[in-house]
């Protein structure tokens, strides 16, 4: 006859010879691969199944060349951007114009990848990016995404899975 105290010293042990035999625990379900879009691309990225007159939510599976606007409560609220010329400058990125309803919601995951182009630290004087393709590559901590696209918006690629931000992959821009 076994005691319920007994049958969860059992249990125990078995979950800790399961870990100690480098078993995975439960892993997170794999992102699949998506097309990322030109990210100097001078168009706005459609989304022709996307009814922007049912309110903001999440877009579609994918990556948007974007940029988050606002973050409340673990939600960030983003909007597509596109590569303008500019006669004195390279050029800039610019959002949709005012009033245009483009803009969609998403939870951001507990593990989200965020890819700095800026560095970690609350300075952002280090350039941690790719010299190839100008995106971020120093991976930094979630609380650090929120903190600082919710206050300064940054044009990213922003990879959304099963109506979540899943990747944030910063666009450096001089």
């Known amino acids: 006859m076994t005691t319920p105290l007994r ?3 059992v249990a125990g042990a078995a979950a800790a010879v399961l870990l100690a035999s480098g078993a995975p625990a439960q ?4 992102i699949p691969k998506f097309k990322a879009p030109t990210t100097f691309g001078t168009s706005f ?3 022709p199944k996307h009814d922007f007159t049912k309110g903001i939510h999440s877009r579609r599976n994918g990556i948007l060349r974007g940029q988050i606007v606002a973050v409340r409560g673990g939600v960030a609220e983003y909007v597509p951007v596109k590569w303008k010329k500019s006669k004195h400058t390279e050029g800039y990125f610019a959002g949709p ?3 245009d309803a ?3 919601a998403s939870r951001i995951a507990k593990d ?7 560095g970690c630290k609350a300075s952002q ?3 941690t990016v790719s010299r190839n393709s100008s995106l971020g590559v120093k991976r930094c901590s979630r609380a650090t995404l929120i903190k600082r696209h919710g206050k300064t918006p940054r044009p990213s690629l922003i990879t959304v899975y099963k109506g979540q931000i899943v990747k944030v992959q910063e666009i450096f821009t001089p």
């Open 7 to 9: 049958g969860l010293l």
């Open 27 to 30: 892993a997170a379900p794999a």
């Open 45 to 47: 990225q459609p989304d």
């Open 97 to 99: 114009p005012e009033g």
């Open 102 to 104: 483009m803009a969609y």
């Open 112 to 118: 989200v990848v965020y890819l700095s182009a800026l």
């Open 125 to 127: 004087a280090e350039l």
